[in-house]
């Protein structure tokens, strides 16, 4: 009878430091980034969630907010004051409908303080040189919107003009700090985006989240395959097969 015992292929498992050291720093990180993913959509769910309810709740007297809370996100508010025509701010790199532009950022001054009313989106015009026009009534109104917090890291202002005669100003980002020292009194810590029918208002575009959920989920199967190719690479060259 034919022995098919020698046929057998045989392997040894051969130890590589440098090739273990390297699967076993980056396994753990591929895999805490796919995790991290799973963990940032169930984030979005859960932003999109308070997004819908709120857009259905009551709108508040933004006078009786307690600004000092974290659950601020989305809460709709009115408020009756005076635009700040003058003095108003250029969010840069805006785009809506694949043009580029600004959101511009105008104070609204009421009897219980100053909110900072981001009025929606303005198209950039002719040339950077060439800012648009900024005209908003002063008299007395009332607006309607929704606080804004935004996702992870608070805004930061990007540094003002030298010149601070010259409005309106193109930032990048917000810091209220600044804002505060530019207008000599204290603004309220949030961003109020107007609603599309609230005076004031130029074009909307908001959205609750900036990334679908999906798009996280896409991620994180990226990541759990990239961690497995490279367990599969450190078995197959670390089994050696046995020379007869």
């Known amino acids: 009878m034919r022995n098919t015992g020698n046929n057998k292929r045989q392997y040894q498992f051969k130890f590589d430091w440098r090739m273990t050291l390297f699967t076993f720093l980056f396994l753990p990180l591929l895999l805490n980034l796919g995790y991290w993913q799973l963990d940032r959509e169930q984030q979005k769910i859960t932003a999109e969630n308070v997004y819908e309810q709120r857009m259905k709740d009551p709108s508040v007297d933004a006078a009786t907010i307690d600004w000092n809370t974290n659950d601020l996100n989305w809460v709709s508010i009115h408020a009756t004051g005076r635009f700040d025509k003058e003095r108003q701010w250029l969010l840069d790199n805006r785009i809506h409908n694949s043009v580029v532009g600004y959101e511009v950022v105008t104070p609204f001054y009421t009897d219980d303080g100053i909110l900072l009313v981001n009025r929606g989106w303005i198209a950039q015009g002719v040339s950077r040189q060439h800012l648009p026009s900024l005209d908003v009534s002063e008299d007395e109104a009332v607006i309607s919107g929704h606080v804004y917090v935004p996702d992870g890291a608070l805004m930061v202002l ?3 003009e030298s010149n601070t005669d010259i409005w309106p100003k193109v930032i990048q980002k917000i810091d209220f700090q600044n804002i505060n020292d530019v207008l000599g009194e204290r603004v309220r810590p ?7 029918n609230s005076t004031g208002v130029l074009q909307t ?6 990334m679908r959920p999906e798009v996280h989920r896409a991620y994180a199967v990226q990541w759990f395959i990239m961690a497995l190719v490279l367990f599969v690479l450190y078995l197959l060259f670390s089994f050696k097969k046995l020379e007869r």
Not at 190 to 196: A, C, G, P, Q
Not at 205 to 210: F, G, L, P, T
């Open 190 to 196: 949030h961003l109020i985006r107007l609603d599309e």
């Open 158 to 160: 990007g540094e003002e």
């Open 205 to 210: 575009n908001w959205s609750a989240i900036n």
